[in-house]
């Protein structure tokens, strides 16, 4: 009985011992020791270029010392808004997070210099907004969808040596081999008189057609990119597209919505011979219904040096929301035992 009761009155003592911040389930929500508290997490980092120093907008919630996750949005000229779902799904598991709209999108300052929308100085954008934030390899975990993706790829391939993971969502590493996989796979699915009549404006350079739009949001929009009826689309994603910056999104993307063409500078952009020198635990995330084809990701998950592939099976571009559960899961998971140490 006395050992019992030794026993008893022990962890009753250890259990009431002052808990660690790390340790801590209120830390993660805890403001002491932060300098954004008066803005709720926002912070406008100077980000220095060729023509000017700007700012961009970041927002972070919640402390982790050992994830830390940047996201990058899709576009280019996108937003952080078609990252809010993240709000129901990294607090509860103690992920720090941190929105970011890249120069020239809606949130941060939008110069009108064209020489500022090349992939490079994005990425020296990236290095910058993650040294403000004192992300390191200890804790840096970065995470670009679309764009993004590529963004995130052209990161690594220069700064890996800063990061801690790579997740790469929707996004091939061959814009060339996305469009064989748009004009071979996917607009051949279309009934044959919507693809016909869409092509008939596309030779035309006819976008600014109103029926142009009609066509794809109906038979692929709903279809690739996000797989709901319009009137159903979550409220950040039509923030988002409300959002996008034209000037940026057309200049980098061009101005065709089924493919990259005409003058655009992504428009021969491939990686897909470099990414086997990304060494850092990396996350490729594909879905059945994306624009891109997650076979392509797939490989991309078994090319670099420490891969892991996410296949999402209901999800479109935007598999954060139409996959959302399946998406988040294996994020997450894949976060955790990168932290953890455990192979992948």
């Known amino acids: 009985m006395r050992t019992c009761l030794i026993v008893i009155i022990s962890f009753f003592i250890i259990s009431c011992q002052p808990v660690s911040p790390e340790e801590s389930t209120f830390s993660y929500y805890d403001i002491s ?75 941060s300052d939008q110069p009108s210099d064209t020489s500022l929308w090349q992939t490079a100085r994005f990425v020296e954008e990236v290095e910058q907004v993650r040294s403000a934030l004192g992300l390191d390899t200890s804790n840096f975990y970065l995470l670009g969808q679309s764009w993004g993706g590529i963004l995130a790829m052209e ?35 279309m009934p044959k008189e919507i693809y016909d009549e869409i092509m008939v404006m596309e030779v035309a350079e006819d976008y600014s057609n109103p029926r142009y739009m009609e066509l794809l949001v109906e038979h692929y929009y709903t279809k690739h990119a996000i797989r709901m009826p319009v009137d159903e689309w979550p409220d950040p994603v039509n923030r988002g597209f409300n959002h996008t910056n034209p000037e940026v999104y057309v200049f980098m993307q061009g101005p065709s919505e089924f493919g990259i063409k005409g003058n655009a500078i992504l428009k021969d952009w491939d990686r897909s011979g470099d990414i086997n020198q990304i060494k850092v635990p990396t996350l490729v995330i594909g879905a059945t219904h994306d624009t891109m084809d997650p076979k392509h990701m797939e490989w991309m998950a078994s090319e670099v040096q420490n891969g892991r592939y996410l296949h999402c099976p209901d999800g479109s571009h935007l598999s954060q929301f139409d996959d959302q559960k399946v998406w988040f899961e294996g994020v997450i998971r894949f976060m955790k035992d990168v932290d953890q140490g455990n192979p992948l």
């Open 33 to 107: 020791n932060r300098d954004d508290v008066l803005s709720g997490g926002v912070k406008l980092i100077p980000v220095e270029t060729p023509v000017g120093t700007f700012n961009v907008w970041t927002k972070r919630v919640g402390n982790n010392p050992t994830i830390k996750v940047l996201l990058l949005h899709g576009g280019p000229g996108g937003t952080h808004e078609f990252w809010e779902c993240a709000d129901s799904y990294f607090p509860g598991e103690q992920i720090e997070y941190y929105y970011y709209d890249q120069l020239g999108s809606h949130y």
């Open 155 to 189: 990161y690594a391939l220069k700064y890996q040596q800063n990061l801690k993971g790579l997740i790469i969502s929707n996004m091939m590493s061959s814009i060339p081999e996305y469009m064989t996989y748009s004009d071979e796979v996917l607009g051949p699915k």
